[in-house]
């Protein structure tokens, strides 16, 4: 991690080994630390060898859905004389998620490297990066970083002396969760209302400014200059459980643990080093109750779940979750779950784009409901009817925000129902949602 | 995204309207044209421009960008809407946003909140202090849940680790 404690001796430091080491921000101090090798490498290479050697890697989409990134690429029409773009998701808003703030803060030439490689794969000569409205911060580093790649021929009309154009251009959001929705995200760069779209047709047929595009997250695009410059089997070889999930992921902890921060693991680390070694486990008389380890839109896992599960895409999903962003959030025994999932709900409810009636309304009453119930006027009956909402809510919509929504919700009350009913019985004194 | 702010005290004479792109401004808005193939996709840019020189989006500026952009007010209208970041009232001169969401919330932002409305004088949520000087509203993750609790100030500050111990040496920078 290197920021804000130094890294654990458990990590695997590939993306964050420069993390809070300011020298590595400029041009100058990243080349110094090999960097843009990847890029000069990736140039002499043919753009479909630099698409096969990411399909080789295992590298799968670190922004959530754990989409293989290599095969991604391969979707791009080829010789269709069209232009294209590559577009980087810098709109990190999934609760518990805060890692690609932390790549864009210390190591923005990382990123904007991935990015021109990524392009070159992809036959683009234009990437624009999407960077939530709220990072005021990563935005001035990378503008600073941008303007020197500029400068020094990393980017521009002929990239290091390549004869390739690769632009890359900062475009800044406005405050609105669902812009981190791929079809929303191009709809805003556009100077749309961030609605996400019907699919298909799908990005790599007609994505931004209805042109071929693939879209890509931070993370994602900055680790590409590794497997250039180290190979597919090195990254490949970096997997402790399943062969499907290779390379490192940051794991961006944060609730009740001794040392929330970021934490790079290989895939496959069990989540109880994670919790317990990395993160100095609970504060001292406590006990975990709950992870939800993906950002929050993933199902809630007891704690007996998080401590056997393998840390990959495919242990998490035997854990009964999803590895999702990789924001863990962590809740010890003091938590009350169901103020939590209310609380979670309250969130989908606000960002709700409202397009669909099941996500427009299912959000709204379910946070209602829920808030009734804290409030102590809850009845039997609204937890059967909050599991009935949920299932409407879940894969009718547009987008998957409505299932979001529901997913904590519908594993909050399978898992901690004895929560919920202490607040119905009147067990346990109510509480006044909200501040 | 923050709750839209629906009070606050007038920054903005009744005066007759000095355009926000001319000079400078306008060169600017001019040069990022050449970075886009249509000109709707500068309006979210061109938008930040309006809030930076002004504090919030007034409906003439609507009407400016509109033109500029060659849009219609009404759409440009729709989509200030639907981005929470810009203002469509007055706030005051500093405008705090504060993160609720869940992961903070574990780790006591609401108290933070409570901390914040009290220090500033705000008392509630979305309203400017007397004097002028405060607008608080709820933010939701601000993508730092590492450092509870984040928050926003004008756009611009963005400040970890905020407690109910230190909000108040925080917001005396804030004159
Ligand atoms: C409601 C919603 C919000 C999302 N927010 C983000 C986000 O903030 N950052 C991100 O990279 N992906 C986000 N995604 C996933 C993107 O749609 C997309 O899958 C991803 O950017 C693809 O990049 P990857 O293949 O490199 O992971 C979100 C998806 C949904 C449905
Ligand atoms: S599911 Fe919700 S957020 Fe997604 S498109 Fe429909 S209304 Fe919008
Ligand atoms: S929940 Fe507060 S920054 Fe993410």
Same mark, same amino acid.
């Given at each position: 991690?290197?920021?804000?404690?130094?890294?654990?001796?458990?990590?695997?430091?590939?993306?964050?080994?420069?993390?809070?080491?300011?020298?590595?921000?400029?041009?100058?101090?990243?080349?110094?630390?090999?960097?843009?090798?990847?890029?000069?490498?990736?140039?002499?290479?043919?753009?479909?060898?630099?698409?096969?050697?990411?399909?080789?890697?295992?590298?799968?989409?670190?922004?959530?859905?754990?989409?293989?990134?290599?095969?991604? *690429?391969?979707?791009?029409? +080829?010789?269709?004389?069209?232009?294209?773009?590559? %577009?980087?998701?810098?709109?990190?808003?999934?609760?518990?998620?805060? +890692?690609?703030?932390?790549?864009?803060? *210390?190591?923005?030439?990382?990123?904007?490297?991935?990015?021109?490689?990524?392009?070159?794969?992809?036959?683009?000569?234009?990437?624009?990066?999407?960077?939530?409205?709220?990072?005021?911060?990563? *935005?001035?580093?990378?503008?600073?970083? %941008?303007?020197?790649?500029?400068?020094?021929?990393?980017?521009?009309?002929? %990239?290091?002396?390549?004869?390739?154009?690769?632009?890359?251009?900062?475009?800044?959001?406005?405050?609105?969760?669902?812009?981190?929705?791929?079809?929303?995200?191009?709809?805003?760069?556009?100077?749309?209302?961030?609605?996400?779209?019907?699919?298909?047709?799908?990005?790599?047929?007609?994505?931004?400014?209805?042109?071929?595009?693939?879209?890509?997250?931070?993370?994602?695009?900055?680790?590409?200059?590794?497997?250039?410059?180290?190979?597919?089997?090195?990254?490949?070889?970096?997997?402790?459980?399943?062969?499907?999930?290779?390379?490192?992921?940051?794991?961006?902890?944060?609730?009740?643990?001794?040392?929330?921060?970021?934490?790079?693991?290989?895939?496959?680390?069990?989540?109880?080093?994670?919790?317990?070694?990395?993160?100095?486990?609970?504060?001292?008389?406590?006990?975990?109750?709950? %992870?939800?380890?993906?950002?929050?839109?993933?199902?809630?896992?007891?704690?007996?779940?998080?401590?056997?599960?393998?840390?990959?895409?495919?242990?998490?999903?035997?854990?009964?979750?999803?590895?999702?962003?990789?924001?863990?959030?962590?809740?010890?025994?003091?938590?009350?779950?169901?103020?939590?999932?209310?609380?979670?709900? +309250?969130?989908?409810?606000?960002?709700?784009?409202?397009?669909?009636?099941?996500?427009?309304?299912?959000?709204?009453?379910?946070?209602?409901?829920?808030?009734?119930?804290?409030?102590?006027?809850?009845?039997?009956?609204?937890?059967?009817?909050?599991?009935?909402?949920?299932?409407?809510?879940?894969?009718?919509?547009?987008?998957?925000?409505?299932?979001?929504?529901?997913?904590?919700?519908?594993?909050?009350?399978?898992?901690?129902?004895?929560?919920?009913?202490?607040?119905?019985?009147?067990?346990?004194?109510?509480?006044?949602?909200?501040? | 995204?923050?709750?839209?702010?629906?009070?606050?005290?007038?920054?903005?004479?009744?005066?007759?309207?000095?355009?926000?792109?001319?000079?400078?401004?306008?060169?600017?808005?001019?040069?990022?044209?050449?970075?886009?193939?249509?000109?709707?996709?500068?309006?979210?840019?061109?938008?930040?421009?309006?809030?930076?020189?002004?504090?919030?989006?007034?409906?003439?500026?609507?009407?400016?960008?509109?033109?500029?952009?060659?849009?219609?007010?009404?759409?440009?209208?729709?989509?200030?809407?639907?981005?929470?970041?810009?203002?469509?009232?007055?706030?005051?001169?500093?405008?705090?946003?504060?993160?609720?969401?869940?992961?903070?919330?574990?780790?006591?932002?609401?108290?933070?909140?409570?901390?914040?409305?009290?220090?500033?004088?705000?008392?509630?949520?979305?309203?400017?202090?007397?004097?002028?000087?405060?607008?608080?509203?709820?933010?939701?993750?601000?993508?730092?849940?590492?450092?509870?609790?984040?928050?926003?100030?004008?756009?611009?500050?963005?400040?970890?680790?905020?407690?109910?111990?230190?909000?108040?040496?925080?917001?005396?920078?804030?004159?």
């Amino acid at each position: 991690m290197g920021y804000p404690h130094p890294s654990h001796p458990k990590e695997t430091v590939v993306l964050s080994q420069y993390f809070g080491d300011a020298g590595a921000r400029s041009y100058e101090g990243w080349t110094r630390r090999g960097g843009y090798e990847g890029l000069r490498k990736a140039l002499g290479m043919a753009p479909d060898a630099i698409v096969e050697e990411v399909k080789a890697s295992g590298l799968r989409g670190r922004g959530g859905a754990g989409f293989p990134t290599g095969l991604k *690429w391969s979707f791009m029409p +080829k010789g269709d004389g069209k232009p294209h773009y590559l %577009v980087c998701n810098a709109d990190e808003s999934e609760p518990g998620t805060f +890692k690609d703030r932390e790549i864009m803060r *210390w190591t923005p030439h990382a990123l904007i490297e991935g990015c021109a490689i990524g392009a070159f794969a992809i036959g683009a000569e234009v990437c624009y990066i999407y960077i939530r409205g709220e990072f005021t911060e990563p *935005w001035n580093v990378m503008t600073a970083a %941008v303007a020197e790649a500029y400068a020094n021929g990393a980017l521009g009309t002929n %990239v290091f002396g390549s004869g390739k154009r690769i632009e890359v251009i900062l475009h800044r959001g406005a405050g609105a969760y669902i812009c981190g929705e791929e079809t929303a995200l191009m709809n805003s760069i556009e100077g749309r209302r961030g609605n996400p779209r019907i699919k298909p047709p799908f990005p790599a047929v007609a994505g931004l400014f209805a042109l071929p595009t693939t879209i890509n997250n931070v993370e994602t695009l900055a680790a590409v200059p590794q497997i250039m410059v180290r190979g597919s089997a090195w990254y490949k070889g970096l997997c402790l459980g399943n062969p499907k999930s290779t390379g490192t992921k940051l794991i961006s902890v944060c609730g009740h643990v001794q040392r929330p921060g970021n934490y790079e693991i290989t895939m496959g680390t069990p989540m109880k080093e994670l919790i317990y070694d990395m993160c100095g486990g609970m504060l001292p008389g406590r006990t975990l109750k709950a %992870v939800i380890p993906g950002g929050s839109s993933v199902p809630i896992m007891t704690a007996e779940e998080a401590e056997s599960c393998v840390t990959d895409y495919e242990g998490v999903v035997a854990a009964g979750s999803m590895l999702g962003s990789g924001g863990m959030i962590v809740m010890d025994d003091t938590t009350d779950m169901v103020y939590q999932i209310w609380r979670l709900a +309250k969130f989908y409810a606000h960002e709700s784009c409202a397009q669909c009636t099941q996500c427009r309304e299912g959000t709204s009453w379910t946070t209602r409901i829920l808030g009734r119930i804290l409030e102590g006027q809850g009845t039997q009956e609204d937890l059967d009817l909050l599991l009935d909402l949920s299932h409407n809510m879940t894969g009718t919509t547009i987008c998957v925000l409505s299932d979001s929504c529901a997913t904590p919700i519908v594993s909050g009350i399978r898992k901690f129902r004895g929560e919920f009913e202490a607040y119905l019985s009147g067990a346990r004194a109510p509480v006044l949602a909200g501040v | 995204m923050t709750d839209r702010v629906e009070q606050g005290t007038a920054r903005e004479p009744a005066a007759a309207w000095e355009p926000v792109f001319q000079g400078e401004t306008l060169a600017r808005l001019k040069a990022l044209f050449e970075k886009y193939p249509t000109k709707r996709a500068c309006l979210l840019p061109a938008l930040w421009m309006v809030q930076e020189a002004r504090g919030w989006i007034p409906e003439q500026a609507i009407g400016e960008v509109a033109e500029v952009l060659e849009l219609t007010p009404a759409y440009v209208k729709g989509v200030v809407t639907f981005y929470t970041m810009y203002h469509t009232h007055p706030v005051g001169r500093h405008f705090i946003q504060v993160c609720t969401t869940s992961p903070c919330g574990l780790c006591g932002a609401e108290d933070t909140l409570r901390a914040i409305l009290r220090e500033t004088g705000c008392g509630e949520l979305g309203t400017t202090s007397p004097d002028g000087r405060f607008t608080v509203v709820e933010v939701e993750c601000l993508g730092a849940c590492g450092f509870p609790t984040p928050i926003l100030v004008d756009d611009a500050d963005f400040i970890e680790s905020v407690t109910p111990a230190n909000a108040a040496g925080i917001l005396a920078r804030y004159p």
